[in-house]
């Protein structure tokens, strides 16, 4: 005689799938069919970025510049006494 399966590990299965039918119909609801208009703002979210990135490490040039500075200073310092 064959051991049966428990009841909920089918209803936990059933649903599983169940589950994974509608994410695949809801997916094919969403797509779109033309890429052009994605593709543009894809690109314009990359110039953003990059815009907004050497904004950043502009600043942060600005602010470790004084600092890089100083240690050499100190390490000259250091190295005239030994």
Request: with cysteine; proline share 4%.
């Amino acid at each position: 005689m064959r051991p049966s399966l428990p009841a909920s590990l089918l209803r936990h299965s059933l649903a599983r799938n169940t589950f994974h039918q509608q994410r695949a119909v809801a997916a094919k609801r969403f797509a779109t069919s033309s890429t052009e208009g994605a593709q543009q703002k894809a690109q314009d979210a990359l110039a953003s970025v990059q815009k907004n990135a050497g904004k950043f490490f502009g600043g942060v040039k600005n602010f470790l510049e004084p600092v890089g500075e100083r240690a050499g200073q100190l390490l000259g310092c250091v190295y005239t006494f030994t």
